[in-house]
């Protein structure tokens, strides 16, 4: 008896192929799909490395501007040959104050880290809340505050106040202040010597108007598209 081996040798053939050319085909897919669910797995890992990058810029950023407050007003009382009982506790007043403004930092900070991590959503309106704020006080105490780190860098900080009465608001002091010591510390570092930076309050209709003028050396503009970017 004999039979014919054409579709044994057929079926070898066709196994062969596909062994050869779908096993890298399989190798290929499973590649991308390792790769694919390797990157679903790591993305928490580097959410939360980025959280910590943010988190350690934020506190960078924020803190910088007090404690470069605070020893403007040290060193400047120290080349005082004398210090009288008055100019003592002014100087004390002063860092009572911008003390307890970084203390009010450090906390917002960390309540930032963990609305970052979306531990405490529900206490998000902690940080937006409203009271009546005399921007009039607000900008003569960030005058009075940052003095000392102009006059370390020989930059004239003077304020105008275009209105007729004190101006008030509804908003969130801390916030408020934060904003504008930034802007004009910013202002102060980045003025040459004998430049000149100017705090204005002013008033449009029922709109209130902080301006910060200085002479520096402004924002490139490239730069300025990133101007409301998170500590940019």
């Known amino acids: 008896?004999?039979?014919?081996?054409?579709?044994?040798d057929d079926y070898l053939t066709a196994v062969r192929w596909i062994i050869l050319l779908g096993l890298p085909i399989a190798l290929f897919l499973v590649g991308i799909c390792s790769?694919?669910?390797a990157g679903l797995a790591i993305k928490p890992i580097y959410q939360s490395y980025r959280q910590i990058q943010q988190f350690t810029a934020d506190a960078a950023h924020e803190l910088r501007t007090p404690l470069a407050a605070i020893r403007a007003t040290i060193e400047s009382t120290l080349r005082l040959n004398q210090l009288n009982e008055s100019e003592s506790r002014e100087t004390l007043r002063v860092v009572g104050r911008q003390n307890y403004r970084l203390s009010q930092l450090v906390d917002a900070l960390l309540l930032l880290c963990?609305?970052?991590r979306q531990e405490l959503l529900s206490q998000q309106n902690a940080i937006a809340k409203n009271e009546c704020v005399s921007l009039n006080d607000l900008l003569s105490d960030i005058a009075e505050e940052l003095a000392p780190l102009a006059m370390a860098a020989d930059v004239n900080l003077t304020t105008e106040m275009r209105v007729s009465q004190p101006l008030e608001i509804m908003g969130n002091e801390e916030q408020l202040y934060r904003l504008v010591s930034n802007l004009v510390t910013n202002g102060i570092q980045y003025t040459p010597a004998d430049g000149k930076v100017i705090l204005?309050?002013?008033s449009y209709q029922h709109y209130a108007l902080i301006q910060i003028q200085d002479t520096g050396i402004g924002i490139a503009p490239e730069d300025q598209k990133q101007i409301f970017d998170r500590f940019l």
């Not at 008896?1 to 044994?8: A, L, Q, T």
């Open 35 to 37: 790769w694919w669910l």
């Open 200 to 202: 204005i309050l002013d």
């Open 1 to 8: 008896m004999g039979r014919s081996i054409k579709d044994f």
């Open 114 to 116: 963990r609305m970052d």
